[in-house]
């Protein structure tokens, strides 16, 4: 059973920095890619950063020169760094992990941005 559990959400304010956790149950090297999306209220969920097993990354438009997205294998960990934080970057952030055919997601972290 592969399991995503994230952290390090919660409150930051505008220009502020927050970093998010993805601790995977298995190594992330099974995993051809992994990522983290996002989901405001009355919004579809978006991908804001994926890296590959390679590590090769994408960036939505939106975070580009704000977010960074980066992995720690011995610790089975993807990162999401986040400064510069906008109040539109408030939304629920889940990781992501594909592998083959499957994808499978985290329970979600909020992260909130206001002042």
């Known amino acids: 059973q592969v399991q995503l559990v994230e952290s390090g959400g919660g409150l930051a304010q505008p220009g502020g920095s927050l970093r998010l956790s993805c601790a995977a149950s298995?190594?992330?090297?099974?995993?051809?890619?992994m990522g983290w999306y996002r989901q405001a209220p009355g919004q579809q969920r978006e991908l804001v950063a994926a890296i590959t097993s390679g590590s090769d990354t994408n960036y939505a438009d939106s975070v580009k020169g704000r977010f960074t997205i980066s992995r720690d294998n011995a610790k089975n960990t993807v990162y999401l760094q986040m400064n510069s934080l906008k109040p539109e970057d408030t939304a629920v952030y889940y990781c992501?992990?594909?592998?083959?055919?499957?994808?499978?997601w985290g329970q979600g972290t909020q992260v909130t941005v206001s002042s």
């Open positions: 298995i190594n992330i090297f099974s995993f051809n890619t």
């Open positions: 992501n992990a594909q592998k083959g055919h499957w994808d499978y």
